[in-house]
């Protein structure tokens, strides 16, 4: 099944240093998501990105999408420390369901 | 803002108790969701409601099952506990398939002893 899978499982940057997520999946697919879940929280929407775009930007978010290669990379610059948090990426066929990854959790040091 | 909460953050329940989590968003979506969450396996989908009265099950509905009398409100119901079953569960919504975002509710952390 199409299944989103982030790398690296675990990220540790210095505040201020850019942090790059990245996500493969198997299929073809509508769009791709980013979402990010603070610790014992709920996921919150972080950016889309459709099959027929190449790259979005939002705020420190670069999202970029290959399609050839079926994967997605998260770029975070700049990081802070309230970026701490993990980072998921969902992948959506057509009038399908999402489909989530394992995540990569991400340590922004002081 | 669409908010999407949960009646619990925290439950402790007992092996074989009735378990019922609820969720409520203030959107008129039609699409509601519930997924687990577990370490190293990213989030899991149950069941999903694309309208009242209508579910379907997901990828692990096996011990779950689930009620949609109200669009706004979307229950998760474990019949019958078990330890296995300890997770952290969170509720989604979303108001169309295929070119909207999900919305997830602040999640319930359950404990079955």
């Known amino acids: 099944s199409q299944q989103g899978e982030e790398d690296p499982q675990a990220l540790s940057i210095q505040e201020g240093e850019n942090a790059t997520m990245n996500c493969s999946y198997k299929t073809s697919i509508n769009n791709l998501q980013w979402y990010r879940q603070n610790s014992g929280r709920g996921l919150v929407h972080l950016i889309l990105i459709r099959s027929n775009e190449r790259e979005k930007h939002s705020g420190r978010l670069r999202v970029t999408l290959d399609t050839s290669k079926k994967s997605s990379s998260l770029l975070i610059t700049a990081s802070r420390a309230a970026d701490t948090a993990s980072y998921f990426c969902?992948?959506?066929?057509?009038?399908?369901?999402?489909?989530f990854g394992p995540g990569t959790r991400l340590s922004v040091l002081p | 803002d669409v908010k999407v909460t949960q009646s619990s953050r925290y439950l402790v329940k007992r092996t074989g108790e009735k378990v019922f989590l609820e969720c409520v968003q203030d959107?008129?979506?039609?699409?509601m969701f519930w997924y687990r969450q577990d370490p190293g396996l990213g989030l899991r989908l149950i069941y999903f409601s694309y309208d009242v009265k209508m579910k379907e099950k997901g990828d692990i509905p096996e011990g779950y099952s689930v009620s949609r009398e109200k669009k706004e409100r979307f229950s998760l119901i474990l019949e019958s506990a078990s330890t296995n079953q300890t997770s952290m569960y969170l509720c989604?919504?979303?108001?169309?398939?295929?070119?909207?975002?999900?919305?997830f509710g602040p999640g319930t952390r359950l404990t079955v002893l």
């Open positions: 959107m008129d979506h039609e699409n």
């Open positions: 969902a992948t959506e066929n057509y009038g399908q369901n999402f489909v």
């Open positions: 989604a919504s979303r108001l169309l398939l295929g070119t909207d975002t999900q919305y």
